[in-house]
């Protein structure tokens, strides 16, 4: 009993104020009232009804959002949200998972204009009525203010919120580095209590600190590789968030994509360089900095403070003056990494692109036989990246012979003479010295000094390791700046575009017809085509002016006006074409024109069929997506007789079927590519349509019967080409380079007095020319003549005619016998 006792007391309080407790919630209860018993049910039974309900229809759109994500990802489609955003569903372990993409705001574009469009500081000085969006003038990438600049306007866009992705990745990110710095301090301690136990011999002691050796390595070991996970991690959500920030000011109704090879030319052919290598370098770059710059700083903070305590004020004197020095004569000796890799991206992006143009053009150039002009080509452009490459290493070579010198054998023997103080110099020797002298330690002097040493030494090493990275990423900040300046140049010259925010070098005045000299309207939702005065210009890159075609412009054009653009080569029938859907920019007057496809819309056919990648009916459906057709309710048996209206019903079975992926530019013939032209033309059925030459490869019987098809459907079309056949499926033309230099243009109805006297007086011409063909012949024949006689100067007698070659006789005698026999055959 007296054990069962003993064993009870421990659990006597707890029962004791358990009973408590429970008294006390049973007097609550039984002295609450009726009405509030009642309440607290119902609550209740809510509470429980609610939490299942809620489940339930949890349970339910989770279910539902799963089959929507099997059935989506089996059609590799997404959704569309009314506010531009994207809906799609990747696969995730056994199932899918949604991932719902914002697009940019405009007033995101808005706002960060003025981070990328900045008028330089002696613009504003001397000017300060010029525009504040003026681009800033092109500096040499290196580590100055302009690099700062750039970089933060950068850091901007990848890190858009305090609370977003990118920043909890950063925050985890340094409190690893943190972790890590801490981990090193244990290390070094654990270190020197190892080596004391191994000198003085104390076995137990040396085992247990082995122990403890693997548990911190183990842990080290995951923090290093966490580390390493996160700054990838960092890397991929900065590129990310930049790829879609530039694709979003890249590809949109501005046509930005468009204009920034043709019109500004500040990145020249090799957007896709800038897109995809550059950024990708910049972004790896820029996460690695964290990590390079800002765990080495902490490092230096700690392991100083710890050496202070161990070595004392001279110590640290030391360090503070090794760093200063070391950081000069890299500084001064180092050369400029950040000029030099931009100018190897751009090299590179260079030689990229000549394979490229090989790639897209193969066809071309194999009918030609160039394949040596291009290997010529191939081997130019790589002969200056490779001389180019060579040179930097050069330089490199140099640098890090001075940079591993430095940083490793001089701040190793700087180490050694540090840590020696305590030994030789006990007066300065840091805090351990002087309890030593004291006599606090004077019994385990030798074994102090051993594990002092060696705890010096390991602080000193990743003291010297931190610096080492401190000073190595000066080179890295330079590369940095290269990578910086390139996708800089790249967001700024989007943002140009976007704002359409040119302006003439050095203050002068803008040239005619430039870039910064643009003065139309362009007028969006009008019922027909209409031109006011306005100028056909083939535009050029910035800041040159562009070549006037046709000096003024105008004519308007209803719906059912069906119109004809001919002309000679070269007067700006296309160009009317391109001003019209926005590509090149109305300088002067007013252009109206619809809206793009849609309802009341405007669609273009250009002079070259494009065929994009994807299935047989995105060819048909092109630009929409099949999630767009069968929004709009549309089957692939609407798409089928579709087909059969623009003389194309047979390929679908001849390539497979509807979700048939091939290379579609390589399949169609060149009919074939521009019926399936006409065939997206009645898919959308667009209210007005431009057809550049799409019909210039079809027969002329198939070709009268795909427009009147499309006239049928209410199209009104709007065709460029020099068939005078096609006047019969229009109502008007307009005939370009009238006049005596070319300039100037005619627009009549097809069948009128005039335009029938206009085709007569054409008719004349050629009858008037066709009565000097004789003439002509005889005049050729003379010419021929005496270009075929040799004159001899300064001889016997001057114009003494050389007796014809030894050939030419021999010749003239074959022919001659030849006619003699033919004569005999004939008798």
């Given amino acids: 009993m007296a054990a069962q006792s003993t064993l009870r007391e421990p659990h006597d309080p707890l029962l004791h104020l358990y009973n408590h407790y429970a008294a006390q919630l049973r007097t609550r209860v039984s002295g609450a009232s009726k009405l509030t018993k009642?309440?607290?049910?119902?609550?209740?039974?809510?509470?429980i009804i609610g939490t299942g309900y809620g489940g339930r229809r949890w349970y339910k759109s989770r279910r539902a959002e799963k089959e929507t994500g099997k059935r989506l990802l089996r059609r590799n489609s997404g959704l569309r949200g009314k506010d531009g955003s994207r809906?799609?569903?990747?696969?995730?372990r056994d199932s899918t998972s949604k991932v719902v993409i914002n697009p940019t705001k405009p007033t995101t574009f808005d706002a960060h204009r003025r981070l990328f469009l900045q008028p330089p500081r002696a613009a504003r000085m001397s000017d300060s009525s010029r525009d504040p969006q003026a681009p800033p003038p092109q500096t040499k990438p290196g580590l100055n203010l302009a690099f700062l600049h750039q970089f933060l306007s950068l850091l901007n866009i990848m890190i858009p919120r305090?609370?977003?992705k990118e920043s909890g990745l950063l925050i985890s990110h340094g409190v690893f580095l943190m972790l890590r710095t801490y981990l090193s301090l244990v290390v070094a301690r654990l270190d020197g209590e190892i080596v004391r136990d191994l000198v003085t011999g104390n076995g137990k002691a040396f085992l247990w600190g082995i122990l403890k050796w693997l548990g911190v390595g183990t842990f080290s070991s995951y923090t290093n590789a966490m580390i390493k996970f996160l700054q990838s991690k960092v890397s991929i959500a900065f590129r990310t968030r930049l790829t879609r920030y530039i694709h979003d000011l890249y590809l949109n109704d501005h046509l930005n994509y468009y204009k920034l090879s043709n019109l500004d030319g500040g990145v020249g052919q090799?957007?896709?360089?800038?897109?995809?290598?550059?950024l990708t370098l910049f972004c790896a770059s820029a996460a690695s900095l964290y990590s390079s710059l800002g765990k080495p700083f902490v490092d230096i903070c700690v392991f100083n403070y710890q050496l202070i305590q161990s070595l004392g004020p001279l110590a640290f004197t030391g360090l503070l003056s090794n760093y200063f020095l070391t950081a000069t004569i890299l500084r001064r000796l180092s050369p400029p990494f950040g000029k030099l890799k931009a100018v190897e991206g751009r090299r590179e992006g260079d030689f990229r692109a000549l394979h490229s143009r090989l790639i897209a053009n193969a066809e071309e150039v194999a009918f030609y036989g160039g394949d040596q002009m291009e290997k010529h080509f191939l081997e130019r452009g790589f002969k200056d990246l490779k001389h180019w490459m060579e040179g930097i290493y050069s330089l490199k070579i140099r640098y890090n012979m001075l940079e591993d010198f430095v940083l490793k054998y001089s701040w190793s023997a700087f180490g050694y003479l540090i840590t020696s103080l305590p030994v030789f110099l006990p007066a300065w020797g840091g805090l351990g010295s002087a309890q030593e002298l004291s006599g606090g330690e004077r019994q385990h002097r030798e074994r102090n000094r051993m594990k002092d040493f060696i705890t010096n030494k390991r602080l000193m090493l990743s003291l010297a390791d931190a610096g080492g990275r401190m000073m190595y990423s000066i080179k890295d900040l330079s590369e940095l700046a290269g990578y910086t300046?390139?996708?800089y140049t790249l967001i700024s010259t989007l943002h140009r575009v976007h704002a359409d925010a040119y302006y003439p070098p050095g203050g002068a005045r803008p040239e005619l017809y430039s870039s910064s000299d643009i003065q139309g309207t362009v007028h969006k939702?009008?019922?027909?085509?209409?031109l006011e005065h306005v100028p056909i210009v083939a535009p050029a890159l910035h800041p040159m002016g562009g070549d006037e075609l046709i000096e003024s412009l105008s004519f308007i054009l209803h719906s059912g006006d069906h119109l004809l653009i001919t002309g000679p080569n070269g007067v700006g029938k296309s160009t009317v074409a391109r001003i019209v859907a926005g590509l090149w920019p109305t300088?002067?007057?007013l252009v109206s024109r619809p809206r793009p496809i849609g309802e009341d819309g405007i669609m273009f056919l250009p002079q070259r069929p494009y065929l994009s990648t994807g299935t047989l009916r995105d060819q048909v459906i092109y630009p929409h997506t099949e999630v767009d057709m069968k929004a709009n309710g549309r089957r692939d048996s609407e798409l089928q007789q579709i087909l059969e209206e623009a003389k194309l019903g047979y390929v679908p079975d001849r390539e497979g079927g509807w979700d048939t992926k091939k290379v579609w530019k390589d399949v169609f013939s060149g009919g074939e590519k521009q019926r399936m032209g006409i065939a997206r033309l009645l898919y959308h059925e667009p209210r007005y349509a431009f057809i550049d030459e799409g019909t210039s490869a079809v027969s002329s019987d198939v070709e009268g019967l795909l427009y009147e098809r499309c006239k049928a459907k209410g199209i009104t079309l709007i065709t460029i080409s020099t068939r005078a056949s096609l006047k019969r499926y229009h109502t008007y033309t307009l005939t370009l380079g009238q006049g005596a230099h070319g300039d100037e243009w005619e627009f009549q109805r097809i069948g009128t007095e005039s335009e029938k006297s206009s085709v007569e007086k054409e008719l004349a011409e050629l009858r008037e020319r066709l009565t000097k063909v004789e003439e002509w012949k005889q005049r050729k024949a003379e010419i021929e003549e005496e270009l075929g006689r040799v004159w001899v100067a300064g001889g016997k007698a001057e114009g003494e005619e050389l007796a014809p070659p030894a050939y030419v006789e021999a010749e003239e005698k074959k022919d001659g016998e030849a006619e003699g026999e033919a004569e005999q055959v004939d008798e």
């Fill in 162 to 164: 305090w609370n977003s």
């Fill in 38 to 47: 009642l309440l607290a049910t119902i609550t209740l039974a809510l509470t």
């Fill in 270 to 278: 090799g957007a896709d360089q800038f897109i995809t290598q550059d």
């Fill in 485 to 487: 300046s390139r996708v």
């Fill in 87 to 92: 809906t799609i569903y990747v696969p995730y």
């Fill in 587 to 589: 300088y002067r007057g």
């Fill in 525 to 530: 939702g009008f019922d027909g085509i209409r």
